[in-house]
């Protein structure tokens, strides 16, 4: 039987009615169109998947969309604002962090959790934040160096 | 200083904010109205004959629009090379794999469709099987084809040289095995695609491909439509290191679904589909001598080959030629011997991967050059260089080395990673190792036999003049190839970056052969550029004609025309534009006439401006049997030199520092080859350390899951020191060449050599986990 | 791949959590990071007709401390916030190390505790991080409240001593006493999103900074159905002073508890090698973290 959820994405309240076995990943692909957040196994495995829920990054193949029912998400749709790229994925697009991109919004996710809590990481703290994103493309060096500029950017725009 | 104004610099890639912003469309992301979804019913056995299938009940489902089995789709065989056509698409006799596809179904929803598969009866007389290659090629294996007893399905002979000979006089010779294991490319996004077949029976395919051009080829072929009625579309992709490279039964049983029931149809593999269709890295089983004189002259090399193929042939044929080939270089060689024979056995088909056919070899050639070296007391970087080819030195098997920065990579290795103080001085646990390679730049021949165009390329002005749309059908799959024909067609124009938008992927607009073999930097490329000088050279017409002056005078750079150096007096023509350009807010009035000015006036005589390029490359290699395979116009090269921690304790390896010189020729986007060479190095890591599909008993796959094959994560792969030698390859566009396979040819047979370096022990199986290190070592201790 | 349908059940108090369970039994599944249960749903493993969600049950993710004695934690603590609490950090180490080394930050912040005890992988991280600290599991039922020893609760693989009806509610650790330090090692092919091959918690007391051995226990998992406390090399080291021989011997003594076996990720044999290099290497760092002990 279908249940009413209401939770916010992306700064938007939404209100639904889903099945109990929907997941929140395919809540947002399938029924809102968010397809920037991308299935690559559907196990917790992969990372492709990633969201933030309540400023945590979490696998939203293993969440039940009833589950975020009141909650508060980010996906990567919401990060550019006012035609602007988000300083994550400004690194991102300038350190050269992406190739085929299959993995770049759950990666990017996962970089914004991390820097939404810990500003200044270390290169350990920054590997070990995206170490459930895997990458079949880059080898995660620019990816890395990406997350390190934004860093930098994010803290000196704070600054100023 | 950079003689470009747009190659062989940094620029973003062009799809960049697209894929940051989540707005880049794949595949599985496509919707439209009245779409269906399909799925496969995938044998659940590993051989057995199909006595019968009975699909009365899931037709009946409530929401079930289509069900089909061979009976619908034909018998029509298909394959990857024309001289081995093995598959069918549903299996209809028998089924030779846990994965082989019997029927499909398509249906308002996912969960019907599965609900539907569940319907499907079919009954299996089991038939005995074989996985094991070595056992497959024995008397009295259970037979997998008819067609082919003993279950060989290709086998190649060939030798340079009187091999035999070489070997007796030579000073010193060294036999080495090696074993890796079958590997899948574990790409980030699944199998995707929508099939619409429209009313006027014409298919639009929406696939997840590195090759619009053959899955296009061979979907026409088995539903025996015109080819000119097929339209492959290919979305962004993510990732397909060659498992994408031919068409798939997913491809195959959406386009029969969309014809049968007039909707879209679209089906997306489950992550355990991806590694049951395979078509990845083959096992390998090398034997190879290498024969050397004293001095560590290279003479001959004696290289035997066994593969487990699979099921089918799917690239095999390639890949069993191409590691023999690929051995020819970048060593000098008197002389070579080669036999391969590859084997059919009941697993998921093997096909082509990134280093298609060469990396177990490379792997056992690196690992023997380092052992020959230890015996004769050379240092390896030194034994490799008195042996190194340079450009314009021709391979033993005939492939011809237009360029080649080898000596310069290895060089630079060796500088950057401090190896003069580290060989021989490392405490034990610590080691560092090196490895060469290289790879073609392009295959010299299609897949299929003929005198087609490898690539062509249209270029069309925008009617104000301020874009060119470069359009192909080459295949953006992540490497960045939209980048580099942004670049090209750029630089070539004369124009920014800015003003040039790449629309590839699509059969509709060009011949490409796709993304694989390393081809289209310098195939699509040399297309570009031609397309691009074609309308340079129209424009340069129109201008000479109204200047009163001669083309060669005329220069195209940065947006902006000059005249032997000047702007010239081209005061006609710009009033003329600002007249025709009126009430328009972006009036030229820079010191310099524009190339926009120069192309609306072009436009408005001659109409839309079109220029397009051609490339194939000219007839290469030997007259022997199997030239073909290994020929391309050019090669890359690279050298790496790679530093472990070996835990003594427990087998565990840490590989710290990874040293990488590439020669791509000409570096059109260097954060692009960077990125090319970083993303080989992980993967080559995987192979080496973590990646093996595993089967049980019957055949079934025992991890097919991103869990259970683990490939690198963040914390697993080190930095890696890049390095790009550039060398000028005559044969490429402005010089350039391939990146994104030889990159990681020489990264195991490093980190095997530094495994040596740290523990004195070799490791000739893959992958070296910590127990068979560990295990290893154990027995080292006992001896 | 798709999850089964099911009836879904948020109750908002522990009483209601367990009314249900007395209702629905063993056609319900509890549902807290949901990182085992989705995932045996999605691959057809479990099929309960009932999920009932924790989430919103008050108090059950909470980090008490019992005033110096010990904490209190509830069933649904997160590994995140295990790996992050200070207090855990600092008097549980070996909790705090496996919880950051369970698969990866997003599995961490959704991860439970109670999950990770009651799902019982051999190869779990965080039972042999509650087995050395001697865990008291706090376990209800609609008509039935008991204290079990977290060494009591696990039966085989997959198995616990849990009815159906019953909830884990939260695990009660006294802190031990001064100059005690604990560790946790885990063997697995990648540095990340690993299960372990085999792993290994050690907890060690010494008399004072330069004192015997008063007391220590070393846990296990991967190498039997159960993660086993390795009790003989235990009770080899206790009196004993401090060496590196000592450590080394009582890592093979621990290899006697263990039955492991052989699978696609390691065989019997070369876990067997393991447990004594692990154990060798976690009672030396236990060790010196004991000597850094500090009020
Ligand atoms: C990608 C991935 C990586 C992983 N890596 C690791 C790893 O490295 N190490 C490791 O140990 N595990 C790992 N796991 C397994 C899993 O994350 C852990 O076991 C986790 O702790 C389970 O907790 P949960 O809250 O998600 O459990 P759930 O899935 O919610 O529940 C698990 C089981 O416990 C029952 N249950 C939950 N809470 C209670 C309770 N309070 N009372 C009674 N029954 C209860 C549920 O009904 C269910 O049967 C991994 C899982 C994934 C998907
Ligand atoms: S799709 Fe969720 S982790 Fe892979
Ligand atoms: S960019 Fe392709 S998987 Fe990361």
Known sequence: ??????????????????????????????????????????LGDCGACTVIMEGRAVNSCLILAIQAHGKEIITIEGLAEGGRLHPIQQAFVDKGAIQCGFCTPGMILSAKALLDRNP???EMEIRTAISGNLCRCTGYQKIVEAIESASETIGSEEVS | MNEYSVLNSRLPRIDAPLKATGLAKYADDLKFPGMLYATILQSPVAHARILNIDTSRAKKLKGVKAVITSKETGLIKYGVSPARYDETLFAHDKVRYVGDEIAAVAAVDQATALEALSLIKVDYQELPAVFDMFEAMKEGAPQIHDDYPGNLNAEVHQEFGDTEAALAECDLVINHTFLNKRQDAAFLEPHSCVAIYDLDGRLTLHTSTQV??????????????????????????????GPKCEATPLELSCAFLSRFTGKPVKMTYSREQVFLHSRARHQFFAEMSLGVRKDGTMVALKNKAILDGGAYTSF??????????LLGGPYKLKSMKYDGYRAYTNKPACGAQRGHGG??????????????????????????????????????????????????CIEAVKEHSGWQNKKGKLRRGKGI??????????????????????????????????????QTGSAEIGQGSDTTMAMIAAETLGISIDNVKVVSGDTDLSVDLGAYSSRQTLMTGHATREAAEQIRGILKRYLAQE?????????????????????????????????????????????????????????????????????????????YKGAAVGTSPAYGCSA?????????????????????????????????????MQGSLSMGLGECLFEEVKFDSRGRIVNPSLGEYRIPTALDMPNVKSIIVESHEPNGPYGAKEVGEGAIMPTIPAILNAIYDATGVRMNELPVTSERLFLALKKQEIA | MLLPKFDYHEPRTLEEVLLLLSELGGNAKLLAGGTDLLVRMKLNVDRPSHVISLEKVPGLNEIIPQDRHGVTIGSTTTAANLAESELIIDRFAPLAIASSRLGAPMIRNRATIGGNLVNARPAADLSPACMVLSANLKIKSLNKDREVLVNDFFVGPGQTILDPNELLVSLKIETPPPWTGGSYLKLGARKALEISMVNVACLLTLQSADGPIVDVRIALGAVAPTPVRAFAAEEFLIGQKPSESLFKEAGSIGVGMCSPITDHRGTMEYRCMMIESLTHRALQQAYHRALEWKL
């Open chain 1, 1 to 42: 039987m279908k249940k009413i959820i209401k939770l916010t994405i992306n700064g938007e309240s939404v209100e639904a009615a889903v099945e109990p076995n929907r997941t929140l990943l395919q809540f947002l692909r399938e029924d809102l169109g968010l397809t920037g957040t991308k299935h690559g196994c559907g």
């Open chain 1, 120 to 122: 200044k990481p270390t």
């Open chain 2, 212 to 241: 619009p051009h053959y899955v296009m080829r061979t979907v026409a072929m088995v539903l025996q439509i015109p080819v000119g009625n097929v339209r492959v579309v290919k979305p962004y992709v993510g990732g397909g290191f």
């Open chain 2, 316 to 325: 095999g044929i390639a890949t069993v030629y191409y590691a023999g080939s």
């Open chain 2, 359 to 408: 990396v177990a070899h490379r792997a056992a050639f690196e690992q023997l050059i380092d052992r020959t070296a230890g015996e004769l007391g050379i240092d390896p970087i030194e034994l490799r260089l008195k042996n190194i080819m340079t450009a314009g030195d021709m391979t033993v098997n005939e492939l011809d080395m237009s360029s080649l920065g080898m000596k310069e």
């Open chain 2, 433 to 470: 190792g090196m490895a060469c390679g290289f790879f073609v730049s392009g295959a010299g021949y299609p897949i299929y036999r003929s005198d087609t165009y490898h690539s062509t390329v249209v270029i069309k002005l925008s009617e104000d003049g301020g874009t060119a749309i470069v």
């Open chain 2, 547 to 623: 200047m009163g002056c001669t083309e060669e005078s005329i220069c195209f750079s940065n947006g902006i025309v000059k005249f032997d150096g000047q702007p010239g007096n081209y005061d006609k023509l710009r009033s003329h534009y600002i007249k025709e350009h009126r009430g328009w807010t972006d009036q030229p009035s820079g010191e310099y006439l524009t190339f926009k000015e120069v192309a609306r006036m072009t436009y408005l005589k001659d109409g839309t401006l079109v220029g397009t390029g051609k490339y194939k490359p000219p007839r290469l290699g030997g007259s």
């Open chain 2, 640 to 676: 790496q030199v790679v530093e472990v921690d070996v835990d003594l304790q427990t087998g565990e390896i840490t590989i710290e520092n990874m040293t990488d010189a590439h020669d791509c020729g000409l570096a059109i986007n260097k954060t692009s080859v960077e990125g090319q």
